[in-house]
């Protein structure tokens, strides 16, 4: 149980932990991203305004003397863009940048060509990729490490043609890198989450065991009295004639020495001290003779109950443990069907044949909000209805608590829903090949 509650703590907090730095790295790139992008749309957009260049920037110290007249000439230091994350440029950009431009006239023929500020093509390659671009019918986009956008000019087409491979390497590094970091991040605050967990489910784990200790010392503690009062109940009908206050009685102590019993099997579930007498037996006799008997039950609280189950179905398990499985799902439906209802249980073999499908149902006009809830221990989906009930469905909401214990102590899976104005209890479990 210990084990459990801690592996569940790790695995939930390092999937959310996993989830949240995901969502980190994917924002920081997609900003990195977006940078880098708007810096290449706002220079290949200078690039084309400036006809096929990059104008010059000249430092302050470096501008031309005053007019005749004292007038100064125009000042171009620095040029900020107007994108989403700002674009500048300096004097060393058109140092920095690596372009080449075509201009095609109406007939689509070269009429310039500058290949001057690049060194990875030549002039053919230039003229090549304007091919490839213009056969595409694309006016923006990437071909290759270049991103290239069509200009319409009074003479005809410009291409611009901007070598972004540092940016796409450092688009790649960064993703990298940043995905490595937290990725190592990640790894080291599970191995911390992992030696961590015991202190962080202490408080849980001691309030669990104490609700244990409690439950089995209560257990025990309530035989004595129980055995106490049947010994004198049967003392009373010797004495005088039986009557229905001692019948109440017997039953009475009857329902609590079942609590009992399952209380106690419950906490020795819990701490994993059950011994389990696994075997391989048949799972279709043992399903027909446990579910069969409920019909006359049944049929006294003016119910139907159909029984149907597939032959040869085998397991390995304790056949014990899973006719008490299946007593529990069948009663349960027989005491809560609606009145006049119609039950149903049945066993068949999953469509791959590697597993038993136990369905029991029954009529439910009002099935609880969250049928889930009905393996909780104690859980009343009509606690109202179950006061007004009484003596017609006693019980304490603690048998569907067994059911599941005893089928993940079979590796199986149970789970419960409602549609169509009936309540389904399906049971998988894992049949013997």
């Known amino acids: 149980m210990i084990g459990r509650l ?63 007249d004292g007038e100064m000439p125009p000042m171009h230091n620095e040029k900020e863009g107007e994108g989403l994350l700002g674009f500048s440029m300096n004097e060393e950009t058109r140092f920095q940048t690596r372009y080449f431009v075509i201009k095609l006239d109406d007939e689509m023929h070269v009429t310039y060509a500058d290949v001057m500020h690049i060194a990875a093509v030549s002039y053919d390659e230039a003229v090549q990729y304007t091919a490839d671009v213009c056969t595409s ?20 087409k410009m291409y611009v043609f901007l070598d972004c491979r540092d940016d796409l390497r450092t688009r790649q590094r960064f993703l990298l890198v940043s995905a490595g970091i937290s990725l190592g ?23 669990y065991e104490k609700q244990r200790r409690f439950i089995t010392d209560a257990g025990h503690e309530l035989k004595t009295p ?37 209380l106690l099997k419950l906490a020795r579930m819990d701490e994993g001290v059950v011994q389990q007498n696994f075997a391989v037996f048949d799972l279709s006799d043992a399903f027909i003779d446990i579910a069969k008997p409920f019909t006359t039950l049944a049929e006294n609280k003016g119910l139907t109950l159909e029984v149907a189950g597939e032959d040869g179905i085998k397991m390995n398990g304790d056949e014990g443990s899973v006719r008490q ?5 069948v009663e349960n439906a027989v005491k809560y069907c609606d009145e006049g209802g119609h039950i149903r249980a049945e066993l068949s073999l999953s469509g791959n044949g590697r597993h038993a499908v136990m369905t029991v149902s029954n009529d439910c006009k009002e099935p609880p909000e969250v ?5 909780d221990r104690f859980y009343r ?31 199986g899976k149970i789970t419960c829903k409602a549609e169509n104005g009936r309540i389904y209890f399906i049971t998988k479990l894992r049949v013997h090949t």
């Open 371 to 375: 049928p889930e809830r009905l393996f």
């Open 137 to 156: 019918g694309k006016t923006d986009g990437f071909i290759g490490n270049y991103r290239y956008h069509m200009t319409q000019t009074d003479d005809g």
């Open 6 to 68: 801690r592996r569940r703590f790790v695995i939930i907090a390092a999937v959310s932990l996993l989830v949240v730095e995901m969502m980190i790295i994917g924002l920081i790139n997609a900003v990195n991203y977006i940078q880098t992008n708007e810096r290449e749309k706002q220079l290949i957009s200078v690039i084309s305004e400036n006809g096929g260049e990059i104008p010059e920037f000249m430092r302050k110290d470096k501008q031309h003397p005053p007019h005749e």
């Open 226 to 262: 129980l055995a106490i009062i049947s010994a004198n109940t049967e003392v009373i009908e010797m004495v005088s004639e039986p009557s229905e206050w001692t019948l109440s009685i017997k039953n009475q102590v009857q329902r609590l020495n079942g609590l009992v019993a399952d």
């Open 325 to 329: 499985l299946v007593s529990i799902l």
């Open 381 to 411: 989906a009509d606690s109202s209805r179950s006061r007004e009930d009484g003596e017609k469905r006693n019980g304490y909401g603690i048998g569907l608590s067994v059911a599941k214990a005893t089928v993940e102590a079979h590796k």
């Open 185 to 207: 991040g990640w790894l080291l605050v599970c191995v911390i989450m992992i030696v961590v967990s015991g202190v962080a489910v202490k408080p849980f784990v001691e309030n």
